[in-house]
């Protein structure tokens, strides 16, 4: 705990020192967030890992702690220093083409929560990660007082129409901002933050195959997926056949169109539960955590470990394996049960002339009493009888051929990882997210 509260401490002391050169430009905006964004910075501390970035990181966006729409890209642990990209433009010539993962942290919205949470992601893949920060401006206040911060799950879409009072105060033109300007759609239904992910979604340079959401980005992800199904169908069917969903904390409607949804949700994350669509069954369940994502808490999900085992694993193939593997015991059965009858009847065949000589020979050794015989006649049956007794061998050798095919004996499939009790994944309505048949 003690690495969490250092870097808490450092950015909000290096936040001091850029103060005041924030309130000259925009000094009643700003100092009004002011003590909000560093409630919200103490908050973001607690529910994400943000002893995971280095103190270099942690005094570099201090300065931009609540900018909603910048983007930044966050490599793995030893990667090297993160980077910020005020625009979509920026984000493509500092390598964002190279990147394939996104990641849109919640709860306060500040940059170093949305940097620890990529953070996580980027330990997971062992790959830069592109955060977007969901910020916090004055709309969110008012959105706060009527409970859609608390209730994001259900009203997120009042955060998305009380944006304008920024537009109107002013506020840094970060993300897809620049769009907005070239747009004639007064009636806007999205986010400065949404905008931001939709539009590097829609971007044909970029490419991204893994799309994870925390808390409220998870509605942001929602929101953005939805406008880009209304903008560019086509793009949104080509991204389905790459990209996957991975929400934690939170289960949101998304487009029909996206299958490969995984909701992981923690069983005592009440939070989560009250924001999550009833409807929509969570895929894993992990046991006794909440909503945090810090690991210095002992309820935490531990994001990187998690979204590792969900790569390794495809949730697909773990529902298939089962079936296969019964299958599998089955069909060697038959097999065998098909080639045992012609074996019995060689192995009596073969047994049968020793015991034929066997009575030839004794009544000679016999003389003195001749009811030694009969016992002997009565003992040895003919061979035609001996012949006839196949189908009891055939069930006797079935059945001892069957013992050691026990179910903790069934060999586990080659070329796949056994599943661990998180990656069991619940049953689904098939109405929700269903996944496509292979």
């Known amino acids: 705990m003690f690495e969490t509260a250092f870097a808490l401490g450092l950015t909000q002391f290096a936040r001091s ?3 005041p050169e924030r309130v000259r430009h925009r000094t009643m905006r700003n100092a009004a967030l002011e003590p909000w964004r560093l409630r919200n910075t103490g908050i973001d501390a607690l529910y994400y890992d943000v002893k995971a970035l280095t ?6 966006i201090s300065d931009s702690i609540a900018s909603e729409g910048l983007i930044m890209i966050v490599p793995p642990t030893g990667g090297g220093m993160l980077t910020l990209c005020d625009s979509v433009n920026e984000f493509r010539l500092r390598g964002g083409k190279d990147v394939r993962a996104m990641a849109v942290a919640g709860i306060g919205g500040s940059a170093i929560g949305a940097a620890a949470f990529a953070r996580n992601v980027a330990d997971a893949i062992g790959a830069p990660v592109a955060a977007v920060v969901s ?7 008012v959105n706060e007082a009527i409970g859609g911060a608390f209730l994001f799950g ?3 879409h009042i955060r998305s129409n009380l944006e304008v009072i920024d537009d109107v105060v002013g506020r840094p033109k970060l993300g897809a901002y620049g769009k907005r300007d070239e747009e004639t759609d007064t009636h806007r239904r999205t986010g400065l933050d949404t905008d931001t992910v939709a539009t590097l979604l829609a971007d044909p340079s970029l490419s991204f195959t893994l799309i994870a959401g925390h808390s409220r980005g998870n509605r942001v992800i929602a929101d953005a ?11 949104l069917e080509a991204l389905t056949q790459t990209a996957r969903v991975v929400t934690f904390g939170g289960r949101i409607k998304m487009p029909e169109a996206f299958t490969e949804v995984i909701d992981v949700v923690g069983e005592l994350d009440w939070f989560g539960e ?3 669509r009833p409807q929509i069954s969570a895929d894993i369940k992990v046991p006794f955590c909440g909503h945090s994502t810090n690991t210095d808490l002992p309820t935490a999900l531990a994001v990187t470990k998690i979204l590792v085992e969900i790569l390794n694993a495809e949730a697909p193939l773990a529902e298939s394996a089962p079936a296969q593997a019964e299958e599998a015991p089955l069909l060697q059965a038959a097999t065998k049960a098909a080639a045992e009858p012609a074996e019995v009847v060689e192995a009596v065949e073969e047994a049968a002339p020793p015991v034929i000589e066997e009575e030839a020979s004794l009544p000679p050794m016999v003389e003195p009493e001749p009811e030694t015989p009969v016992e002997v006649e009565a003992a040895t049956p003919p061979p035609s009888a001996q012949v006839d007794e196949p189908p009891a061998a055939v069930e006797v050798t079935r059945a001892a051929k069957a013992e050691p095919s026990s179910p903790g004996d069934k060999p586990a499939p080659s070329g796949r990882k056994p599943a661990t009790p998180i990656m069991v994944p619940l049953p689904r309505s098939r109405g929700k997210r269903t996944r496509p048949k292979t």
């Not at 910020?135 to 206040?141: K, P, Q, R, T, V």
């Open 135 to 141: 910020g916090y401006g004055l709309g969110d206040i």
């Open 17 to 19: 020192l850029s103060f």
């Open 225 to 235: 997926l939805y406008a880009l199904k209304e903008s560019d169908p086509g793009r």
């Open 55 to 60: 103190s270099d990181e942690t005094f570099y």
């Open 154 to 156: 259900w009203l997120g």
């Open 274 to 276: 009250m924001n999550s």
